[in-house]
């Protein structure tokens, strides 16, 4: 069982950065590939990124990329996604999720096995 946990989101302006951090419990996370979803009110979930076990191949959605940047420590058990130049359309709860397999296929078919509770972030014009 693995649990995540988001932190970093919070109200910024348009064109500001934040970085969110996704902590995961367990001894394994270095075998568990990584992605960070977003999902507004009335909006469909979005898959944002996605990295492998050991940070080598990344993915990015269209939306984010050249932005977004998602990033992963194994000795901290954690994720990142650095956000910048962040836009009003970018205010959304954001989670991250993982799957155990050392590539992000499961990630990119929405076949997550653990979800965090998801961190608030808000962009203000």
């Known amino acids: 069982q693995v649990q995540l946990v988001e932190s970093g989101g919070g109200l910024v302006q348009a064109g500001g950065s934040l970085r969110l951090s996704c902590a995961a419990s367990g001894r394994t996370f270095g075998t568990y590939a990584m992605g960070w979803f977003r999902q507004a009110p009335g909006k469909e979930r979005e898959l944002l990124a996605a990295?492998?076990?050991?940070?080598?191949?990344?993915y990015y959605a269209d939306s984010v990329k050249g932005r977004f940047t998602i990033s992963r420590d194994n000795g901290k058990n954690t994720v990142y996604l650095q956000m910048n130049s962040l836009k009003p359309e970018d205010t959304s709860m954001y989670y991250c999720a993982a799957d155990r397999a050392y590539d992000y296929g499961p990630i990119l078919r929405n076949e997550n096995e653990y979800w965090g509770q998801g961190t608030q972030v808000t962009v203000s014009s």
């Open positions: 990295i492998n076990w050991n940070g080598g191949r990344t």
